[in-house]
């Protein structure tokens, strides 16, 4: 861990902790990059703090991303990555959400970008995400069930193979 990294954790968890004392749960500093744990509750408050605040100014949300951690529960961890392009920071926002009920408030009202990084994870992993304007599936078609990148997705999709019948079989003229 750097000087820098340590200090910009300890100013964006010092400014979420003085706004909300739950808002951090947890910082995890790891090759130079920060990692902020919080409730999943506190997720679009804590955002839009980091963006108004004079002293975060992240204002610049590079991508959302999740991951599957079954068998284990909570489930998802999904990761929102943000950069302040005048302070040339960046940090991670992490919430855990569980498998039985996946939904977080989305964060386009905050970032608009958000739109289409939150529609994927949706698409491919099944988490909702509450007060989105457009929660619909960009990747498969409508039809699609299931969400391919959950681990526990057959590996061989849930469709039923075609049946070809004659169609590869050899022929016996030449």
Not at 21 to 47: G, N, Q, S, Y
Not at 50 to 66: G, I, K, P, S, V
Not at 100 to 118: H, I, Q, R, T, Y
Request: net charge negative.
């Amino acid at each position: 861990m750097t000087e820098s990294s340590s200090k910009n954790a300890n100013v964006v968890a010092e400014c979420l902790r003085s706004w909300n004392p739950k808002a951090v749960a947890e910082v995890i500093e790891f090759r130079d990059e920060t990692t902020i744990v919080m409730p999943r509750e506190l997720l679009r408050a804590a955002a839009a703090r980091c963006r108004e605040d004079a002293r975060l100014q992240y204002n610049f949300l590079t991508d959302a991303t999740c991951v599957d951690r079954y068998p284990a529960e909570p489930r998802f961890e999904l990761n929102y990555h943000l950069v302040s392009i005048p302070r040339r920071e960046r940090v991670r926002l992490r919430v855990w959400v569980g498998g039985d009920d996946p939904v977080v408030d989305s964060l386009v009202p905050v970032w608009p970008g958000a739109n289409w990084l939150e529609r994927e994870i949706y698409d491919l992993f099944g988490i909702r995400f509450s007060g989105h304007p457009d929660l619909r599936r960009i990747l498969l078609p409508d039809d699609w069930e299931g969400h391919p990148l959950r681990r526990d997705y057959p590996v061989e999709g849930y469709r039923d193979v075609p049946n070809t019948g004659e169609l590869f079989r050899k022929s016996s003229t030449p």
